[in-house]
């Protein structure tokens, strides 16, 4: 499905290039676009209120925001696992990848047998399957421990695992529900070196959830902060950083820069007051 004209700021891609500013930064055929999006749940909790977000192909965009601001559900909409109360939630292309904050495994399949599963679901005969799993496993430096079982594997090992398991199905549009908040600071610079890596190389579009401004900054070409519940787009903030992104870039001036403007929108965020950069009057 196509999507028609969004509300946009400007962003930039895995090549580097910036987006253009046309006609008040609006452009056409978003990857992913909210448009008024509202969600109340059917026991009254208002989630998200008036979102407009629109995400163009090659797009990297980070969501942060108070925790139950709604981050999660507006993967959940662009995945289709819910629908909105008011508001339209376009998406181009019906290749997504999902990662969780878990790494939800099976611990009774062997690494392969759990990275094969979705194509063994879409009834992929075994041998495509196997070499499409072995290949997404090396993509994410799993070679080896295909034989092993989840409980063997390390949380970051786990993560890149689930990772692979997404990876199997080519997505175009890839959401990460802060899959790496519940591991150690050296294991996530490194999924988030990787991640970027993959996300250079595949040129899928991709949308994270995180609660690090260090994480969102160093992955994202965009940062979308939320105000707290309901979730309302408060700042978008355009990383100004050329990909690939290397882990020095963490220490370049730019990088604090940005990373302060977002910490301050997040500030400014949970007092209810706005950030909008590039919006059209
Ligand atoms: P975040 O990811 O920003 O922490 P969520 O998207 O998980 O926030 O949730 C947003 C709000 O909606 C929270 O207050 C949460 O408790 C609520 N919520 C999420 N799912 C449901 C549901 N199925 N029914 C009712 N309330 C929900």
Redesign the pocket.
């Known amino acids: 499905m196509r999507t028609t004209a969004s509300t946009i700021v400007k962003g930039q891609g895995p090549d580097g290039n910036t987006e253009p500013a046309q006609g008040g930064n609006v452009y056409t055929d978003p990857a992913l676009a909210f448009q008024h999006v509202g ?1 109340t ?8 209120d008036g979102i407009d977000i629109a995400i163009r192909p090659g797009e990297f965009v980070s ?1 942060v ?12 909409l662009a995945a289709r696992f ?1 629908q909105p109360t008011a508001g339209t939630v376009s998406v181009a292309t019906g290749k997504l990848g999902y990662v969780f904050q878990e790494a939800t495994l099976l611990p009774w399949r062997s690494v392969l047998r759990n990275v094969e599963l979705p194509a063994e679901l879409a009834g992929v005969d075994k041998a495509t399957r196997r070499a499409g799993a072995r290949e997404a496993l090396e993509l994410v430096g799993l070679s080896g421990f295909e034989n092993h079982k989840p409980a063997q594997l390390s949380g970051g090992m786990r993560m890149r695992a689930s990772i692979a398991r997404a990876l199997t199905g080519a997505p175009e549009l890839f959401l990460f ?2 899959p790496f908040g519940a591991l150690d600071e050296i294991t996530r610079q490194r999924l988030n070196e990787e991640v970027s890596g993959l996300y250079r190389r595949s040129g899928f579009t991709g949308v994270f ?1 995180t609660h690090s401004v260090a994480e969102a900054v160093f992955m994202s070409s965009r940062v979308v902060v ?1 105000t707290g ?3 309302r787009v408060a700042a978008d903030i355009a990383v100004p950083l050329d990909f690939p992104r290397s882990p020095e870039s963490r220490y370049a001036p730019e990088f604090g820069a940005v990373a302060a403007e977002v910490s301050a929108a997040l500030h400014d965020a949970e007092r209810g007051a706005t950030r909008i950069e590039g919006r059209a009057a």
């Not at 749940?41 to 998200?48: H, K, R, S, V, Y």
């Not at 139950?68 to 959940?76: A, E, H």
Request: net charge negative; hydrophobic share 30%; glycine share 16%.
């Open positions: 969600l749940f059917e026991n009254g909790t208002q989630a998200l969501l925001g108070p925790s139950g601001c709604g981050k999660s559900t507006l993967l959940r819910e529900d802060e959830v939320l519940r309901p979730g």
